[in-house]
């Protein structure tokens, strides 16, 4: 929340800003003027580079952070749902509210198991919907900057 309240503050004073991380989570803050950087792989990515990275915009990532969940900052998901059917629900859908909203077009989907993937969509529904608010960084975090 401190970095993203950050960059927020960076981009309104007309700054460019670079994230330097390898955290999915942080992927939601890239932009127009906004990027991040992999130290460890030494990729930098823009919004184009974190579609073909995770296969969603930026704008989806909590999105899809609340399908498949995130285990290294301990958000959960729905239990049953990976990044790749993330990604082709989030692909076909738009948004979480409407995977749960078209639930019923779910059997059209040229996607293996699709029963099986409503059946954890339904059962894990409160726990999407809770991951992906823990995945949404706050912008707005009360800080003194110079």
């Known amino acids: 929340d401190l970095v ?7 981009i309104s004073g007309g700054h ?6 390898n955290d999915k989570d942080l992927s939601q803050l890239v932009g127009p003027q ?8 030494g990729e930098r ?19 899809l952070l609340g399908l498949m969940g995130d285990a290294v900052d301990c958000i959960p998901g729905v239990k049953g749902i990976g990044q790749k059917h993330a990604t082709a629900l989030l ?15 779910l059997d059209k989907l040229p996607m293996r198991g699709s ?10 529904k409160d726990i999407a919907f ?14 003194k900057t110079k």
Do not use: W
Not at 46 to 61: C, H, M, T, Y
Not at 91 to 105: M, P, Q
């Open 45 to 63: 990515y823009d919004e184009a580079g974190i579609v073909q990275k995770l296969g969603v915009k930026p704008s989806q990532v909590t999105d």
């Open 16 to 21: 460019t800003c670079v994230v330097v991380t």
């Open 4 to 10: 993203a309240t950050l960059a927020k503050k960076a």
């Open 130 to 143: 809770l991951s992906r608010k823990l995945a949404t960084l706050v912008c707005n975090v009360p800080m």
């Open 91 to 105: 692909r076909h859908f738009g948004s979480l509210d409407d995977v749960y909203t078209r639930l019923d077009e």
């Open 115 to 124: 029963a099986g993937i409503c059946k954890n969509l339904v059962a894990g």
């Open 34 to 41: 906004t990027t991040l950087y992999d130290y460890a792989k």
